[in-house]
């Protein structure tokens, strides 16, 4: 089993940067297929990154050119760098994990949640 914690979160202005951290503890990251979801009040869950065990990368439409996920193994640790941040960007920011050899397994391990708001 894999532990995760993000951070990084925090109040930003349009069109700022900010820099998500999810660090994980228990299991090594090279053997997961890692992602970063949000969560809006009275919205549906998103997904808006994913990166493989192999550095395969996709992005959400809505974050595509503005968003990267990046992970260092040697760390253990997945990042989610956020530029020209948009108010509707805002969302509490989750860091989820699956293992990436098993056929189907859903994203089972998650983070408590960083909180990313976007105002002037």
């Known amino acids: 089993q894999v532990q995760l914690v993000e951070s990084g979160g925090g109040l930003v202005q349009p069109g700022g940067s900010l820099r998500l951290s999810c660090a994980a503890s228990?299991?090594?990251?090279?053997?997961?297929?890692m992602a970063w979801y949000r969560q809006a009040p009275g919205k549906q869950r998103e997904l808006v990154a994913t990166?493989?065990?192999?550095?395969?990368?996709n992005y959400a439409d809505s974050v595509k050119g503005r968003f990267t996920i990046s992970r260092d193994n040697a760390k253990n640790t997945v990042y989610l760098q956020m530029d020209s941040l948009k108010p509707e960007d805002t969302a509490a920011y989750y860091c989820?994990?699956?293992?990436?050899?098993?056929?189907?397994?859903?994203?089972?391990?998650w983070g408590q949640g960083t909180q990313v708001t976007v105002s002037s």
């Open positions: 228990g299991s090594s990251l090279i053997f997961y297929n």
């Open positions: 989820a994990a699956k293992r990436a050899i098993i056929a189907g397994m859903v994203y089972d391990y």
């Open positions: 990166i493989t065990s192999g550095m395969s990368t």
